[in-house]
């Protein structure tokens, strides 16, 4: 790692750990599960950067108790990896139960993460992700299902806001949690609704932190830089940050994270030369957990534009990198590259990843008429079990 360039923002002493049930992490950070994102090449290339729980992809239920090959392929980690984090997507007690014993019992993770967040219409048209909670008792099932499942270990809740501003359920579903045995819980302060749109109203940590008073309040949304994640548990009193999109194209973020929280870890002068390395060390922990240089090149193509944001690597070569086909030929491209340029400020920083615009939730048919499971809802349910995709 490059030398420091100037000291990190700083952290009162009380919020530099993180205790979750027996896991205890040095610094109040938290990887984001994404799909398509965090596997273990990109938390690998992450841990070499700083402290935190590195949570996998978001792990389908069933597809996990069935052992669905991509999904087995999925919830394998590195020995280097500890501790392991799961977070498993289900919509039926059981299958939450089975998946949640499977872990514990062959000794799969250390720590298991529950999604209620996730808004893409495949996945809230059957009443998954984030408008789940809007049916208490079924939440409260899945929750207790897990818990009871994974047994000594520890169980969180990601969730966000509610489904709109006019159906919010953070509040309700945490308290359940807390009551279910739950070890911690995080809140992406948006809607369903907002997507990625706009800013993440901080406020509702807040208001979450003063309701739940004996597990730990993690905040995410709007994490773009240690400075934002400081900010985040002063304004809030939050105990930890939950990071997303703001380590896309730039996992050395979790140094300056640990930095900022007096953990090890340093700011990185991230001249375009530091990038590009960065950027072939990922394609090369992405070939080996593919085991296959052709799928581990063609995996990190969609990683070029969020390296190289804001650095002067020109249009033709930028596209050159978006269809790298080896190593040998990343390693060419970067010999293009003005490797001395220097760190080009706001143009790197801000917002990465999907953004987009607020949009109506895809709910199944009656689903906010009332906050119980009725007939329908249940048939719905069944249906969205059928997918074993493997998350």
Not at 54 to 64: D, G, K, P
Not at 145 to 173: C, F, Q, S
Not at 201 to 215: F, G, R, Y
């Amino acid at each position: 790692m490059t030398p420091v360039l100037a000291d990190a923002p700083t952290a009162p002493a009380h919020t530099r750990g993180l205790q979750i049930g027996d896991i205890r992490s040095d610094v109040p950070v938290v990887l984001a599960p994404m799909a398509g994102i965090t596997n273990t090449a990109f938390r690998r290339l992450c841990r070499e950067y700083g402290a935190g729980l590195y949570v996998s992809e978001m792990i389908t239920t069933r597809a996990l108790v069935e052992r669905n090959p991509v999904t087995m392929r999925l919830v394998q980690f590195h020995e280097s990896e500890t501790p392991r984090s799961i977070q498993l997507y289900g919509v039926d007690p059981h299958y939450t139960r089975e998946a949640a014993r499977l872990i514990a019992e062959e000794d799969r993770a250390d720590h298991i993460d529950l999604n209620f967040g996730c808004p893409v219409p495949k996945v809230t048209r059957k009443g998954g992700g984030s408008a789940l909670p809007w049916k208490l008792d079924l939440f409260r099932s899945i929750v207790r299902g897990a818990v009871e499942g994974a047994g000594g270990l520890p169980v969180t809740v990601k969730m966000r806001k509610g489904i709109d501003a006019d159906h919010l359920t953070y509040l309700d579903a945490a308290k359940i949690a807390e009551d279910e045995g739950v070890k911690a819980v995080a809140l992406h302060a948006r809607t369903a609704n907002e997507f990625y749109s706009g800013h993440a109203d901080w406020s509702a940590i807040a208001k979450l932190k003063e309701t739940v008073t004996s597990i730990p309040v993690l905040g995410n949304g709007d994490i773009w830089s240690a400075a934002d994640a400081v900010r985040m548990m002063d304004e809030t009193g939050c105990d930890g940050v939950v990071v997303g999109r703001g380590c896309l194209g730039r996992p050395w973020l979790f140094g300056e994270l640990a930095a900022a929280f007096g953990g090890e870890g340093t700011r990185v002068d991230a001249t375009l030369g530091f990038v590009a390395n960065a950027f072939r060390r990922h394609a090369e922990l992405l070939v080996e957990f593919f085991e296959s240089e052709e799928r581990g090149c063609r995996d990190i193509r969609k990683h070029a534009a969020w390296y190289f944001k804001g650095y002067p690597v020109g249009g033709d070569l930028r596209g050159q990198f978006a269809q790298v086909t080896s190593l040998a030929h990343i390693d060419s491209l970067i010999e293009q590259l003005d490797l001395d340029a220097p760190y080009p400020g706001d143009a790197a920083e801000g917002q990465r990843g999907r953004a987009g615009r607020p949009k109506r939730t895809v709910l199944p048919d009656r689903w906010l008429e009332s906050r119980t499971m009725d007939d329908s809802a249940t048939r719905e349910l069944a249906d969205a079990e059928l997918d074993t995709s493997g998350g």
